[in-house]
């Protein structure tokens, strides 16, 4: 059994998994629009530490994601399997986009709002930039891997990414985190334990 720490919260986890399906399966706050499919890119994340015990980038993600920003971790919540057992630390882009968000919205006490607007643009700019530039490899890699029906309408399954959004949402309005508006401090929010019940290989 494998640990993921996503977005602060610990999770178990079983080598062959994918990191999303782990995430739904605790209702972490993290995009999952496509099923899997690898085209939504709802499921960005950066992996903190850990990456030893992830499965290399796939096809997907070299196709939306530049060299650098996967060198520098950034993966597919999706695409990224559990390849052995160890402690791995995630962050999603829609948490540290949502910290961020926060932290100008809210700002801790003796912190400026002004703080997160920087890395907030850096972030926006980056991702603007990782589609420009990875255009249109990445539309014609994605419809060549999923067919073009699947690329056009991915939701394979909306019953459950109806239910497992209001699981997300049910959980972040019953959970208090501190906001951490700084990459770096993501592995510094404080660690929820929770117990799940295992679930089949992913899909
Ligand atoms: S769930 Fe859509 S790209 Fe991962």
Redesign the pocket.
């Known amino acids: 059994m494998s640990t993921l720490i996503i977005n602060g919260v610990t999770m178990q986890a079983k080598v062959g998994e994918r990191v ?1 399906n782990v995430a739904r399966r605790n209702a972490a706050h993290i ?13 960005r994340c950066s992996v903190l530490r850990g990456e030893e015990h992830l499965s290399p980038p796939s096809e997907a993600e070299k196709a939306w994601i530049s060299a650098d920003r996967l060198a520098a971790g950034e993966r ?4 990224t399997v559990v390849r052995s057992h160890g402690e791995v630390h995630v962050l999603s882009r829609a948490e540290e986009l949502r910290l961020l968000i926060m932290g100008i919205v809210a700002p801790p006490h003796g912190e400026s709002r002004l703080n997160p607007i920087a890395p907030l643009a850096s972030i926006l700019l980056q991702t603007s930039i990782d589609q420009v530039t990875q255009f249109p490899g990445n539309i014609v890699t994605s419809i060549k891997r999923v067919g073009f029906v699947r690329f056009a309408f ?1 939701v394979l399954d909306r019953e459950r990414l109806l239910h497992d959004t209001q699981r997300v949402v049910q959980r972040m309005t019953n959970r208090s985190v501190p906001i951490r508006s700084v990459r770096k401090q993501a592995t510094a929010i404080p660690i929820l334990q929770i117990t799940t019940e295992e679930e089949p290989q992913a899909r």
């Open positions: 999303l995009g999952f629009a496509c099923d899997n499919a690898g085209v939504c890119q709802g499921c597919l919540a999706c695409q991915p």
